[in-house]
Each structure stands twice: as C-alpha cells, then as structure tokens.
Nanobody, 121 residues
Framework: QVQLVESGGGLVQPGGSLRLSCAAS????????WDWYRQAPGKQRELVAS???????NYADSVKDRFTISGDNAKNTVYLQMNSLKPEDTAVYYC???????????????WGQGTQVTVSS
C-alpha cells in the first residue's frame, strides 16, 4: 500500500536550482534508506545520491558538491537539492526507498513515479 510521490521537477536554466521532494505514505512502515536515481534518454538509470538511516550520504561523482540529499523522518520525505545545474543533469529523476511495511519483508522495491528535470537555456 505504500506509495512514493515525487514533486519539484521542471525547466531551469544552466546554473539554476531545483529541489525535488519524495514523500512516502500509506499503511504502516519504516524507511531505512533513500536513494535518488535519474535516467536520461538513451542512457541507463544511474544512482545519483543516497542517504542511510544514520544520516550518511553518498553522491555520484558527476553531482558531488552540487547536489544535497536530505530526509525528514517526521514527514517520511526525502529531498534532493540541486544547485549549479547543467544541461547534462537533464533526466527523469526517481526516488527509491528501502523500507519495511508491517507484515512484509524489508525491500527496496519502492519507487516514485518520476519527475522531469530539464536544464536548458
């Protein structure tokens, strides 16, 4: 019953910023980790950023020092702050959650619907 709903995508100019949000809701669950992926046309999905239950975060080399992942446990929400955006950041961005629903096994098979980020002048 858990679903992830994303928001915040859009069109921005190079050098601009966007903040993506992804909220989990439905039933009883515990989130253990969050990930952000992106997929550009003709390319494979790639992991952009992740954050664990201990607050540790990791980033792809291509976005280090520009993107920041953070979470709000009270809201069951993860964010991706994207600064200094480049045209090569253009992609559909997907959030992913490692979570456990009551009476089910822990799994990372939870995905947002995707939100388009386009960086262009």
């Amino acid at each position: 019953q858990v679903q992830l709903v994303e928001s915040g995508g859009g069109l921005v100019q190079p050098g601009g910023s966007l903040r993506l949000s992804c909220a989990a809701s439905g039933g009883f669950f515990t989130v253990y980790a969050w990930d952000w992926y992106r997929q550009a046309p003709g390319k494979q999905r790639e992991l952009v950023a992740s954050i664990g239950s201990g607050g540790d975060s990791n980033y792809a080399d291509s976005v280090k020092d520009r993107f920041t992942i953070s979470g709000d446990n009270a809201k069951n929400t993860v964010y991706l702050q994207m600064n200094s955006l480049k045209p090569e950041d253009t992609a559909v961005y997907y959030c992913n959650a490692d979570l456990k629903e009551s009476f089910k096994r822990r799994t990372s098979d939870y995905w947002g619907q995707g939100t388009q980020v386009t960086v262009s002048s």
